[in-house]
């Protein structure tokens, strides 16, 4: 039996809140994915409790936001469908930024030599490859873990585990901007965009501008219990990406057209963006 110990608090416990999210989703009949890695998580970390704090956030953030774990299902979903899309088209490297407990590598049915890097803090990597390894579930791809701080020099990491910037590539940045300074996350913006290879495709997500501001207040302060704090949002997404060469197509969280009829909170009010590179950028 492999020891898995939850990451201490801070921003490491918003992905575990996630994972209950995504467990919360994969329990209703009609989900929109099922994620057997957020089940592995919670039986892995029954005895620890930092479920339990985790269990109260989840009860305080549904009480301020009816219908909260709708955005979380529908963010997933729309992720995972231009991910596949992308993969289908033929690109076979991924790469995730601040990949926490995302179930992807385990649960979406990838087309053979498929390398997904997951890039994240030394200690979540450290529980990630602990969960993967105890729970038994089967890889869908190779999965590379990437251990580094995206605030520091993250690609050198990546490019030594075997990242190769000549091939096309997939990158999900999925909540993670909000929890960078503004100057980190151009940064990281035009990192990846060096790495990227012609027909590269990119996923984000960031925060609406509002959720800094009064109207943010009852979700930033669940955030804030779990010891993380929003450092940034904006809502100029396809201006930002398009100065970096990406040509993006943006929703809006709560937008009916990717909502699969659910309905989704007005909290925590985000953006969803799918973008590719334009020719000749990089
Ligand atoms: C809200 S979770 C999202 C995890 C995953 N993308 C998902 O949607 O389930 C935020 C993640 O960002 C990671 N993170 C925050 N700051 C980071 C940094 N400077 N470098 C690498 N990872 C970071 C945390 O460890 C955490 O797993």
Redesign the pocket.
């Known amino acids: 039996m492999v020891e898995v110990k939850a990451?201490s608090a801070g921003?490491?416990q918003?992905?575990l809140?996630?994972?209950w999210m995504r467990q919360l989703e994969s329990e209703r009949p009609d989900a929109l994915f099922r994620d057997p890695l957020a089940a592995a998580m919670l039986s892995a970390l029954s005895q620890d409790p930092v479920l339990a704090d985790v269990a109260e956030v989840i009860k305080q953030t549904h009480r301020s936001a009816e219908g909260f774990p709708a955005y979380f299902a529908v963010r997933t979903r729309f992720f995972d469908d231009e991910i596949l899309a992308a993969v289908r088209g033929g690109i076979r490297q991924v790469v995730?930024?601040?990949?926490?407990?995302?179930g992807r590598t385990v649960r979406l049915d990838l087309p053979a030599g498929t390398r997904w890097f997951e890039?994240?803090?030394p200690e979540?990597t450290e529980f990630k490859d602990a969960l993967v390894a105890g729970s038994g579930l089967p890889v869908a791809c190779e999965r590379r873990a990437v251990a580094?701080?995206?605030?520091e020099d993250?690609p050198s990491a990546l490019r030594a585990a075997g990242f190769d910037p000549g091939q096309p590539t997939v990158w999900l940045v999925?909540?993670?901007l909000m929890?960078?300074a503004d100057a980190v996350g151009e940064a990281l913006l035009a990192g990846l965009t060096d790495l990227s290879a012609p027909g590269s495709r990119l996923m984000l997500e960031h925060l609406k501008a509002a959720m800094l501001q009064e109207e943010g207040r009852p979700v930033r302060e669940r955030v804030e219990e779990q010891g993380a704090q929003w450092l940034s949002a904006r809502d100029d997404l396809e201006q930002w990406l398009g100065g970096h060469g990406w040509q993006a197509t943006v929703y809006a969280g709560d937008d009916p057209r990717i909502g699969h009829g659910r309905t989704v909170a007005p909290l925590p009010a985000c953006w969803l963006a799918t973008a590719a590179l334009t020719a000749g950028e990089r």
């Open positions: 990451p921003v490491g918003t992905a809140f996630i994972a995730t930024l601040a990949a926490g407990v995302d890039v994240e803090l979540m580094a701080d995206l605030r993250w999925e909540g993670l929890y960078l």
